[in-house]
């Protein structure tokens, strides 16, 4: 993380990362130029952006929307927690086997092989529900706390605002949403939403190791409450698209990034997620 830190701020200007300079508003985007590939605009820019200059600007950069409404308060508590799952449910939890917290709380936490980071075994999935993800991650006076990530969260419950011109990106969406709920009951159409959509959340300190997306298929990231550091990586020299599931080549490995010359290949830029961002 420190080498990639060190290139993330290597690219600033007079102090500024590169999505905050003029040309980070822009549209248009020049391939093979320094350019930031975070496009930024206000909530009330993007609602008035055709699907067809979205999908246009999604082919080279992400796009960064500030101001994001929500129906309710997010907060670091039960009641938020439980709007987006059942807090007394099992779920997966990422993080570092610490078990001087879990033998603290009496959690009866059991690893699961999901993901073992081959330098680092001691990173493992735990199960556990959120009630007891609350009750780790929220610091008591001035005891240290685990940094730990509750992953994977489906959204049967959540309701947030998803922009209309996403719409007409996502067809598998709208096809199911025209489906008459007849027509699903009796030909046995499975609900797409909880494969579709999730929620994350983040202890202080967690750390996600670097991955792709949803296989590699466009994710929208929209931040609820508190923040988040968000680095992403694109590949250098002529083929620098980002618009295709082979975006960071065919032997990309996140456990290799720091093996021979890989981090060489490729250019890292980080944003600062707030209260209200959507990525």
Request: with cysteine.
């Amino acid at each position: 993380m420190r080498k990639i830190e060190t290139r993330i701020q290597a690219n600033f200007k007079d102090g500024l990362p590169p999505h905050l300079l003029p040309n980070g508003k822009s549209i248009t985007y020049l391939p093979g130029s320094d350019q930031s590939r975070i496009y930024v605009s206000s909530h009330s820019e993007f609602s008035s952006l055709e699907d067809i200059e979205i999908q246009k600007i999604l082919r080279h950069r992400l796009i960064l929307v500030h101001g994001q409404t929500f129906d309710y308060e997010y907060g670091w508590d039960l009641k938020s927690f439980g709007r987006l799952h059942d807090v007394d449910k099992t779920i997966s939890v990422q993080g570092k086997r610490l078990f001087s917290f879990i033998n603290f709380f009496n959690l009866n936490s059991n690893v699961v092989s999901s993901l073992v980071h081959p330098h680092k075994p001691e990173l493992r999935h735990h199960q556990g529900t959120l009630r007891e993800f609350h009750q780790m991650t929220t610091p008591h006076s001035n005891d240290k706390f685990p940094p730990l990530n509750a992953i994977s969260l489906p959204a049967y419950r959540r309701n947030l605002f998803i922009p209309c011109q996403f719409g007409s990106l996502a067809s598998h969406e709208v096809a199911q949403s025209r489906l008459p709920s007849e027509y699903e009951k009796k030909f046995g159409v499975p609900d797409l939403k909880p494969q579709l959509e999730w929620s994350l959340i983040g202890g202080r300190g967690a750390i996600s190791p670097f991955h792709i997306d949803s296989d590699g298929l466009g994710t929208v990231v929209v931040v609820l409450e508190g923040s988040k550091y968000w680095v992403v990586a694109t590949r250098i020299g002529e083929n620098d698209s980002i618009c295709s599931v082979d975006s960071l080549g065919p032997d990309w490995n996140p456990y290799h990034i720091n093996d021979g010359d890989n981090i060489n290949r490729f250019r890292f830029e980080a944003v600062h997620l707030q209260k209200g961002d959507m990525l």
